[in-house]
């Protein structure tokens, strides 16, 4: 680290560019914070940032030399703007030491507040603000948190001890316990400390400070966190910031208060602020969900100036920000303060109406807007997927009813632990976590679930945003539902684990039992920002295709806006009950007329597979890949087979069977006989592929209709195998169309699938119209990894250690894969500058790899046909992006 870059900035200080744009350096939270202070002028208590770069550099080595002397210089220059200093007995200065990484991780590090309390400055923060209560909820909160995140000790004791002191003084709230029996709390506390950790409860600030900094940068590489950034892909190399920030108290009294606003409803996107508040509490009590919140109405009642200031400071930061902003804010004795804002989470039906109301804009003085680039930039693939989720049929007896946090429908089983709920899912059932209310902890049994619901807790509670985020279904705060172990009752009645039941993330309602569900209707907003999307990727010459193997999937990708089929597999065709036999017979064929007959069965029924694709798709591409798969893979389990013959007996049928599978058995089979390999051992099956797309062609173009048609052949990784393929099916085609007046429109290419077919591009283009890139192969091979071995049992290991960025599977591997995409992409255009370019692998729906893909110069991109919406909005935005 160089001596004269600082790792520690004040709120306040001149950044030469403005400090949103510096995330990357001060987190997002302390970007904003230092915007907020500095540019925007708005009351936020007096604090400073230690930057990412300190974090990393601990990361890398341990504490960094010269850090501690940066913070105790900040720390000087805060007690001075202040006017107290942290720990005075008298009047002591009180901190919040909180994470701020560059994306927002909710809940995913750590947080420890009221710092610099100890047994002397507590008794100063008493008679300075003449409140012993406040004082010591202060202390015993600081105690709690300092001991949890600091020491690491188990919360539940502090728990205890907490409701034992309520149940002492009938107590129904925290803010209701005694001065008296609050001193008693804190020196309970303390004991706890003592006996867990073996040296008492750390008295020094300065100690106090560096532990809770030490700590946040630790919390970086906790489970939960690392467990949240696999699942967010966040890079594990980032780092956190921290906030060091003077406390202000919405524990004071009856005249403070806390709370989380959103400058518009996060959940529908409707232009009206919302948020959860409480009096008399500190700000983990509004997430934590620890107390029922009340909404910004009752702020409005209990503290009319102040909303009315908070109202104007919610215009300002969407003006500011251009968009809708999440915020913390606390009230002490009558005075607002920010602690906090971001560009705020969303849901999807909220992501896609703000982003058309935005392009609209917002009238009036100070009046802004977006543009239609803007508004496509700002949904994502995860927001697109949301507006899709089921819905249910019916309705139900309603069993509890609490906050609509999350919108869809979930059904699943009853478990009450993140254990339970994560193991459950591990069976295969389908899984309802309910909890009082959820912590970081649960994530692990949270991102498994169907459905969340929470007894307590608001909409910006940890279960709230957690959900929302990921899209899963959730009910907050519905306070009728009493847990007892591993069951609750709710409006007279039990639910145990196990039991079903419905929840709707989307009205609130509980009910017992599974209900029906229908698919999602989309909102508006949903066509109409696929179509800003759509004129931004086409102007760009992008285009989005979609994997469909039969005529209904066709007409349901092409309702869903595909431009074409990518990629029609063949071998899905052959699976049906009614087709299996015959492609065994073929199989079994011990004479040339045998496997003539069973090819020419198989040539009727894919005919008719084929018009039904080709009209669904009029006038668009269709790519249809021949035949790819061993042919093993059409037979009976080996194991199965001998395991029955030496049990029962097989019939005559069987045995056959079995000396089959045994025969066409290869050690590793997706490096055998399989693709164009199948078609040099049986040509006949190739041949028969052909004519029937051929004669469906035919049929099509007698039908007035336009086929236009791309036969694809797998797997090749040499020049004369591609020629020898493509002379099979040029001389089918040529047999098939004798006599048409009009001929379809016919393209021969390939896919590339293996690194050597990747590196030899520009020789198998000599035989080739066109390329789609394998992108599932193409990662197996270059990882030398199984997919249907180490994406359960070694990736979570390998994602979780940092040794891969990102599952391969998922993103494409920008530095393997995605260069052997370049290097084909580039050397196939080098032999051939008109060479059709696209990718049909599960890439092809991944916005990350899309931007990958448009970079190397392809012309489409292939997915299921329920990501093409998603894949035509990622295509824009890598338009965009490309400039």
Known sequence: MSNDVPLVYAFDHKHKRPPMQLKDLLGGKGANLAEMTSVLGLPVPAGFTISTDACRAYMAGGWPEGLDVEIRKQLTGLEKKMGRTLGDPTDPLLVSVRSGAKFSMPGMMDTVLNLGLNDESVEGLAKQYDDERFAFDSYRRFIAM????????????????????????????????????????????????????????????????????????????????????????????????????????????????????????????ENVPYGDFLINAQGEDVVAGIRNTEDLDALERAFPKIHKELMAIFKRLEAHYKDMCDTEFTIEQGKLYMLQTRVGKRTGAAALRMAVDMVAGVKGKGGWKITEAEAVQRITAEQLDQVLHPQFEGTGKVLCKGLAASPGAAVGKAYFTADDAADAADRGEKVILVRSETSPEDVHGMQVAEGILTARGGLVSHAAVVARGWGIPAVVGADSVKIDGKSFTAGGVTVNEGDMLSLDGTSGEVVLGALATKSAEPPPEFATVLTWADKIRLGGDFKVRANADNGPDAANARRFGAEGIGLCRTEHMFLGEDRLPVVRRMILANTPEDEAAALEELRVVQKKDFVEILEAMDGLPVTVRLLDPPLHEFLPNVDELEIKKAVSGLTAEEEDLLRAAHSWAEFNPMLGTRGVRLGVVKPGLYAMQVRALMEAAADRVAAKGNPIVEIMIPLTVTREEMAEARSWVEQAIEETTKGLKKNPTVLIGTMIETPRAALRADEIAEESDFFSFGTNDLTQMAFGFSRDDVEARMMPAYLEAGLLKRNPFETIDVGGVGELVKIGAKRGRTTKPDLKLGVCGEHGGDPESIMLFREAGLDYVSCSPFRVPIARLAAAQAVLAGG
């Open 146 to 269: 300092y001991g949890r995140i600091v020491l690491d000790l188990d919360g539940a004791p502090f728990e205890r001890l907490l409701d034992t002191a309520k149940e002492w003084d009938g107590a129904t709230t925290d803010a209701d316990i005694t001065p008296e029996t609050l001193r008693r709390l804190c020196a309970r506390y303390k004991e706890v400390v003592q006996r867990e950790t073996g040296t008492p409860f750390p008295q020094d600030p300065i100690a106090q400070l560096r532990g809770a900094v030490e700590a946040v940068f630790a919390s970086w590489n906790g489970d939960r966190a690392i467990s949240y950034r696999v699942r967010e892909r966040i890079s594990h190399d980032l780092g956190t910031a921290v906030n060091v920030q003077a406390m202000v108290f919405g524990n004071r009294d009856d005249n403070s208060g806390t709370g989380v606003g959103f400058t518009r409803n996060a959940a529908t996107g």
